[in-house]
């Protein structure tokens, strides 16, 4: 049976998964946090956490409230810095079969640049994933990824900046998702990765007031995976490069959905909370999958509900 995809078929360096079953930002540490749990090596690939130039502490707290089917974060992008990454971080990493690929998060699109020029050439990283869904502190505070041309103007230049396959995750938090997407490729994203965090709010109300630190968070976990399944099944029919699908991913059934509505790969992210081993769980539920239904390739259940 014939698991593996190919994420950056342009890309010289390419992005070979040996299964479409990866790790979300954010969720999954540094890898090394779960290697004592199961064989972190069997999975497609791992995302770290959002790095940025500098280290960040991150918001007030508390940065995490529970809600119906799924958690509401504010982590505000903690985080050690790039080249503590680099130095510290890269060198297990060279060491490991499984690729792992750095989520970068800029302040202004300078920035976003700079973290790719950093990292390129580093080994022991496969690929970059580019947060869009990140302030754009030179424009007002809005989001790069909520307009087409501000998403394009970061994704070219991370392309400039490196030779590393470069895929950008997009936010739910725009209008125009399918736009975003189209400008991105048009960029020259090598893929795209949907979706990061729609925004919320949890009211504490014996306080009568907003129960995180930073008032607002973004909503994970299974109450946003239609959301998500609908949003990668828009993309995947406005763009020619592979989609990777995230959102409420606890289960095979439920990275099936996302495959079959286009997704090339899924992440497995909110999940990781509760089970750690969920993306083995994911990956062992798919090939399950695959032998009843008799599939001898991944490549034919993606896109399989597009009609
Ligand atoms: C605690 C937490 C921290 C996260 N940190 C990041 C991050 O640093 N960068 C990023 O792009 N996404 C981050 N995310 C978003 C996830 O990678 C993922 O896109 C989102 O949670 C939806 O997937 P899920 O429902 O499977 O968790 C974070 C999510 C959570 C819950």
């Known amino acids: 049976m014939k698991l593996s995809v190919q994420l950056a078929p342009k890309n010289e360096k390419g992005l070979l998964l040996a299964n479409p079953v990866m790790t979300a930002s954010g969720t999954f540490g540094w890898g090394t946090e779960y290697e004592h749990l199961f064989d972190i090596q069997r999975l497609g ?13 991150g918001n007030l707290q508390p940065r995490l409230a529970e809600t119906p089917c799924g958690v509401l974060n504010a982590i505000g992008l903690q985080n050690i810095g790039v080249e503590a990454v680099i130095r510290d971080k890269a060198p297990v990493w060279a060491g490991w079969r499984v690729p792992v690929i750095v989520n970068i998060v800029g302040e202004t ?3 976003y640049a700079e973290l790719a020029r950093k990292l390129d050439g580093v080994g022991g990283i496969g690929g970059i994933e580019v947060n869009i869904g990140c302030p754009n502190i030179k424009a007002g505070g809005a989001e790069f990824g909520a307009k087409p ?17 470069v895929t950008v995750k997009l936010t739910p938090n725009t209008g125009d998702i399918v736009g975003v997407a189209k400008a991105v490729a048009g960029a020259g994203a090598d893929a795209i990765s949907l979706i990061n ?21 973004g909503l994970s976990g299974p109450a946003i995976k239609p959301i998500a399944v609908f949003m990668v099944y828009e993309v995947a029919g406005a763009v020619k490069v592979p989609v990777v699908g995230i959102g409420g991913i606890a289960t095979a059934g439920d990275a099936l959905e996302f495959i079959m509505a286009g ?28 032998a009843k239904e008799g599939v001898k390739d991944i490549s034919e259940l993606i896109g399989a509900a597009r009609g």
Request: net charge positive; hydrophobic share 45%; glycine share 8%.
């Open 45 to 57: 690939a791992i995302v770290c956490k959002g790095t940025t130039l500098k280290p960040r502490e």
């Open 109 to 111: 699109v300078e920035e």
């Open 149 to 165: 041309d501000s998403a394009a103007a970061v994704t070219a230049a991370v392309k400039k900046a490196t030779t590393l396959p």
């Open 197 to 217: 965090t729609p925004k919320g709010i949890v009211i504490d109300i014996s306080k009568r007031r907003p129960l995180l630190g930073n008032v607002s968070g």
């Open 263 to 290: 997704a090339s790969a899924v992440q497995v992210g909110t999940a990781n909370f509760t089970n750690p081993k969920a993306p083995l769980e994911v990956l062992e539920g798919i090939e399950a999958f695959m």
